[in-house]
């Protein structure tokens, strides 16, 4: 069954950090672009971060400065580390991949989404 699955949520305080994980099966990552999204309720999917293929990147405003993506290929994984976390960052993270060459946080060039794991940042 091809699938990714996202872990790695969960509810912390302001200024705590997370690492999410995408753990892809029944395929391989190595030639995907690979996205992390988020969607908070009432609001629009958002792009947060992606990799290419070859390992270039791209983050969303909202969290510039703040994450690192990564991809391991060997594991057939990627990672998305938050730091300095903010209220304003709770919602669901999705992953998914893009065939598209680079990598764009644009929803819309993604399939292959993930069910998603909560992240909720609260004192």
């Known amino acids: 069954q091809v699938q990714l699955v996202e872990s790695g949520g969960g509810l912390v305080q302001p200024g705590d950090s997370l690492r999410l994980s995408c753990a892809a099966s029944?395929?391989?990552?190595?030639?995907?672009?690979i996205g992390w999204f988020r969607q908070a309720p009432g609001k629009e999917r958002e792009g947060v971060s992606c990799?290419?293929?070859?390992?270039?990147?791209v983050y969303g405003n909202s969290v510039k400065g703040r994450s690192t993506i990564s991809r391991d290929n060997a594991k057939n994984t990627a990672d998305l580390q938050m730091n300095s976390l903010k209220p304003e960052d709770t919602a669901v993270y999705y992953c998914?991949?893009?065939?598209?060459?680079?990598?764009?946080?644009?929803?819309?060039?993604?399939?292959?989404w993930g069910q998603g794991t909560q992240v909720t940042v609260s004192s």
């Open positions: 998914a991949i893009s065939t598209i060459a680079g990598c764009s946080i644009g929803p819309s060039e993604y399939h292959n």
């Open positions: 029944g395929f391989i990552l190595r030639p995907y672009a």
């Open positions: 990799i290419s293929e070859d390992y270039k990147t």
